[in-house]
C-alpha cells in the first residue's frame, strides 16, 4: 500500500512581504488531534494574505464546518503564527474542505493509523510543554517538577521526560526510586515503561536516565551531542507512555543538539523560558528563545524564579535583583507566566524529595505554583477534549476508527 498523501496545494498567498516559508513552518506545529497530523501536511491550509492594516489572515479548510474541535485549530494556529518577528495580529478564517479534499484526508488518517504508526506513543491530544533556559541554576527543573505535580494533582495524567541527560535530576525532585521497565512488544522491538506515581486525582508519569537500571548518580555521562540527542528520542520513541493530557520536558540549559531535535521530533512543542530577575540570565534566556523560534516553536511564556520575597515586617528582598522576568518578556513579545518568589523551603523540599506545593502548600512559592498552573490549564495549554463531530462519525462507519487501528497496528 503507497501512502496516501493529500494533493496538497501551497496556500494562495496575497502581499508581498508575506515569508510563506515561515508562517508554513509555524503551522505545522498545529495538529488536528482527532487526526494525529498538522493541518499543512493534511492540505488545510488555503490561502495566506497580509491585509493593508497589517494583520496576516490565515485561512484553514475544515473537514467539516461544525467540528467543536474548530476553537483548538483557531487558538493554536494564533499562538503558532502569531510567534513568528513582524507579526502582530493574527485573524484566523475557516473554509470547508470539498467532498474530494475530504475523502482524501480521511485516507491519510486511515494509513497514518494503520500503516504508518506515529514514532511516538504520545497520543496527538497530549499538550506538551518544554521547560527551557538559557543556562543552568535558575531552577529550571524545580519549576518543572512542581508544575508537574500540581497538574497531576488536578486530575491529569502528566508525562515527565528529563531530557537533560547529563544533569538529570527528576528522580530526586519528585521523591522516585523505582526503575523504569523494560518489556519487549509482540513485534520484538523492547520498549520501556515509565515509573508511574500517584498524585491526588491524577498520576506522574516519569522517564529519565536516573531511573534506568545501572545509572549511577555521581558518575558522569560523558556522551557527546549526538549521543544525547539520539538517548532523548529513545525516551520518545520507545516509551510506552499511555494516555496523557500533559508532557513537560525539563530541557537541558542552554542551546544545543537537544534543543534542535526535538524542534524535529516534536513540532507541535510550546516552549516556556526560565529565567532570574538578573540582567546577565535574562539575556542567555533570550538566546533560548531565539533557537526555540528558529525551529518554528512557539514561545508561550516566561517564568521568573527566585523573584523578589516579601518578608514578615513588609520589606521586600530582592536577592538577585527585579524586573529580570518582565524585561524578558517584553523583549520578546510574550507574557510573563509567573513570578516565583526565593524561598528557602524549596530547595529544603526538593532535597526531600517532595515538591514545595507538596512540602509546603501555604509558602509563597507554593502560591505562585498554583497561580501558575491556573495559566496553563486556562491559557497557555488548556487540555484538548475530542468531542464527538462529525467527521469521527464518517471514519468510524467507515470501518477506519483510529483508536481501534492502532491497536490492530501494534498487534500486528
Same mark, same amino acid.
Given at each position: 500500500?503507497?501512502?496516501?498523501? %493529500?494533493?496538497?496545494?501551497?496556500?494562495?498567498?496575497?502581499?508581498?512581504?508575506?515569508?510563506?516559508?515561515?508562517?508554513?513552518?509555524?503551522?505545522?506545529?498545529?495538529?488536528?488531534?482527532?487526526?494525529?497530523?498538522?493541518?499543512?501536511?493534511?492540505?488545510?491550509?488555503?490561502?495566506?494574505?497580509? +491585509?493593508?492594516?497589517?494583520?496576516?489572515?490565515?485561512?484553514?479548510?475544515?473537514?467539516?464546518?461544525?467540528?467543536?474541535?474548530?476553537?483548538?485549530?483557531?487558538?493554536?494556529?494564533?499562538?503558532?503564527?502569531?510567534?513568528?518577528?513582524?507579526?502582530?495580529?493574527?485573524?484566523?478564517?475557516?473554509?470547508?474542505?470539498?467532498?474530494?479534499?475530504?475523502?482524501?484526508?480521511?485516507?491519510?488518517?486511515?494509513?497514518?493509523?494503520?500503516?504508518?504508526?506515529?514514532?511516538?506513543?504520545?497520543?496527538?491530544?497530549?499538550?506538551?510543554?518544554?521547560?527551557?533556559?538559557?543556562?543552568?541554576?535558575?531552577?529550571?527543573?524545580?519549576?518543572?517538577?512542581?508544575?508537574?505535580?500540581?497538574?497531576?494533582?488536578?486530575?491529569?495524567?502528566?508525562?515527565?521526560?528529563?531530557?537533560?541527560?547529563?544533569?538529570?535530576?527528576?528522580?530526586?525532585?519528585?521523591?522516585?526510586?523505582?526503575?523504569?521497565?523494560?518489556?519487549?512488544?509482540?513485534?520484538?522491538?523492547?520498549?520501556?515503561?515509565?515509573?508511574?506515581?500517584?498524585?491526588?486525582?491524577?498520576?506522574?508519569?516519569?522517564?529519565?536516565?536516573?531511573?534506568?537500571?545501572?545509572?549511577?548518580?555521581?558518575?558522569?555521562?560523558?556522551?557527546?551531542?549526538?549521543?544525547?540527542?539520539?538517548?532523548?528520542?529513545?525516551?520518545?520513541?520507545?516509551?510506552?507512555?499511555?494516555?496523557?493530557?500533559?508532557?513537560? *520536558?525539563?530541557?537541558?540549559?542552554?542551546?544545543?543538539? *537537544?534543543?534542535?531535535?526535538?524542534?524535529?521530533?516534536? %513540532?507541535?512543542?510550546?516552549?516556556?523560558?526560565?529565567?532570574?530577575?538578573?540582567?546577565?540570565?535574562?539575556?542567555?534566556?533570550?538566546?533560548?528563545?531565539?533557537?526555540?523560534?528558529?525551529?518554528?516553536?512557539?514561545?508561550?511564556?516566561?517564568?521568573?524564579?527566585?523573584?523578589?520575597?516579601?518578608?514578615?515586617?513588609?520589606?521586600?528582598?530582592?536577592?538577585?535583583?527585579?524586573?529580570?522576568?518582565?524585561?524578558?518578556?517584553?523583549?520578546?513579545?510574550?507574557?510573563?507566566?509567573?513570578?516565583?518568589?526565593?524561598?528557602?523551603?524549596?530547595?529544603?523540599?526538593?532535597?526531600?524529595?517532595? %515538591?514545595?506545593?507538596?512540602?509546603?502548600?501555604?509558602?509563597?512559592?507554593?502560591?505562585?505554583?498554583?497561580?501558575?498552573?491556573?495559566?496553563?490549564?486556562?491559557?497557555?495549554?488548556?487540555? *484538548?477534549?475530542?468531542?464527538?463531530? +462529525?467527521?469521527?462519525?464518517?471514519?468510524?462507519?467507515?470501518?477506519?476508527?483510529?483508536?481501534?487501528?492502532?491497536?490492530?497496528?501494534?498487534?500486528?
Amino acid at each position: 500500500m503507497t501512502d496516501p498523501t %493529500p494533493n496538497v496545494v501551497d496556500p494562495t498567498v496575497e502581499g508581498d512581504d508575506v515569508d510563506t516559508a515561515a508562517i508554513v513552518n509555524a503551522l505545522r506545529g498545529v495538529i488536528d488531534p482527532e487526526l494525529g497530523d498538522n493541518v499543512v501536511d493534511l492540505g488545510m491550509v488555503k490561502r495566506l494574505e497580509r +491585509s493593508a492594516d497589517r494583520a496576516m489572515h490565515v485561512t484553514i479548510a475544515l473537514t467539516t464546518a461544525g467540528c467543536p474541535l474548530r476553537a483548538q485549530l483557531m487558538r493554536d494556529a494564533k499562538a503558532r503564527v502569531g510567534s513568528l518577528p513582524d507579526i502582530d495580529v493574527v485573524k484566523i478564517h475557516f473554509g470547508e474542505m470539498t467532498a474530494d479534499e475530504r475523502s482524501d484526508v480521511m485516507a491519510r488518517a486511515r494509513w497514518t493509523a494503520r500503516d504508518n504508526a506515529l514514532k511516538t506513543d504520545i497520543p496527538p491530544t497530549c499538550r506538551i510543554l518544554a521547560i527551557s533556559s538559557g543556562k543552568g541554576g535558575v531552577g529550571k527543573s524545580t519549576v518543572t517538577a512542581n508544575l508537574a505535580v500540581l497538574l497531576a494533582d488536578r486530575g491529569y495524567t502528566v508525562g515527565v521526560l528529563d531530557a537533560d541527560v547529563g544533569g538529570f535530576s527528576m528522580p530526586q525532585l519528585l521523591g522516585i526510586d523505582s526503575e523504569i521497565e523494560g518489556q519487549r512488544a509482540s513485534e520484538g522491538k523492547a520498549v520501556m515503561k515509565p515509573v508511574s506515581k500517584p498524585i491526588g486525582d491524577g498520576a506522574l508519569r516519569v522517564v529519565s536516565m536516573g531511573s534506568i537500571a545501572g545509572t549511577n548518580e555521581t558518575e558522569a555521562i560523558m556522551w557527546r551531542g549526538l549521543m544525547l540527542n539520539r538517548a532523548v528520542q529513545h525516551f520518545l520513541e520507545d516509551v510506552k507512555w499511555g494516555e496523557l493530557d500533559y508532557l513537560l *520536558i525539563d530541557m537541558p540549559p542552554g542551546t544545543s543538539d *537537544i534543543q534542535m531535535g526535538l524542534a524535529r521530533m516534536l %513540532p507541535r512543542t510550546d516552549v516556556v523560558i526560565v529565567t532570574t530577575p538578573a540582567k546577565a540570565a535574562q539575556q542567555v534566556a533570550a538566546r533560548a528563545a531565539d533557537m526555540a523560534r528558529k525551529g518554528y516553536l512557539r514561545v508561550a511564556g516566561v517564568i521568573e524564579n527566585m523573584g523578589p520575597s516579601a518578608n514578615p515586617d513588609g520589606t521586600v528582598t530582592a536577592m538577585f535583583g527585579s524586573g529580570g522576568g518582565q524585561r524578558l518578556a517584553g523583549s520578546i513579545g510574550v507574557p510573563l507566566l509567573a513570578s516565583i518568589p526565593l524561598d528557602t523551603t524549596v530547595a529544603a523540599a526538593g532535597d526531600a524529595g517532595t %515538591p514545595v506545593v507538596m512540602e509546603n502548600p501555604d509558602s509563597a512559592a507554593s502560591a505562585a505554583y498554583r497561580d501558575l498552573a491556573d495559566i496553563v490549564i486556562t491559557d497557555v495549554a488548556p487540555p *484538548i477534549e475530542i468531542a464527538e463531530c +462529525s467527521l469521527r462519525g464518517t471514519l468510524i462507519r467507515a470501518g477506519a476508527d483510529l483508536d481501534g487501528a492502532r491497536a490492530r497496528a501494534e498487534e500486528r
